[in-house]
């Protein structure tokens, strides 16, 4: 099952924007999520955790205080707010469990920051 990511967009430094992540099934509302994202030559790096109920979330460094993770899990759908954009996140963005099932991979969504 391949999750499907959205939201991505070519933004302005300073900007925000709001990433969807959903699955077919029920695999995002039974599952602790992770969203991950990949530069351009770099490894792909985890940058924000939820858990299960939603109660506990973890950032990477370089993104505490300017994004936010949520979920609904009656939708089935986790969420990345992305507030005070800059240049360096510019990147794929992926979502999967936590831990990560290589299965669950999905295309991703672009995310491009301009200065």
């Known amino acids: 099952v391949q999750l499907v990511e959205s939201g991505g967009g070519l933004v302005q430094a300073g900007d925000s924007l709001r990433l969807s992540c959903t699955s077919p099934?029920?695999?995002?509302?039974?599952?602790?999520m992770g969203w991950f994202r990949q530069a351009p030559g770099k490894q792909r790096e985890l940058i924000a955790l939820?858990?299960?109920?939603?109660?506990?979330?973890n950032y990477a460094d370089s993104v505490r205080g300017r994004f936010t993770i949520s979920r609904d899990n009656a939708k089935n759908t986790v969420y990345l707010q992305m507030n005070n954009l800059k240049p360096e996140d510019t990147a794929v963005y992926y979502c999967?469990?936590?831990?990560?099932?290589?299965?669950?991979w999905g295309q991703g969504t672009q995310v491009t920051v301009s200065s």
């Open positions: 099934g029920s695999t995002v509302s039974r599952n602790a």
């Open positions: 939820i858990s299960l109920n939603g109660r506990s979330t």
């Open positions: 999967n469990t936590s831990p990560y099932m290589d299965d669950y």
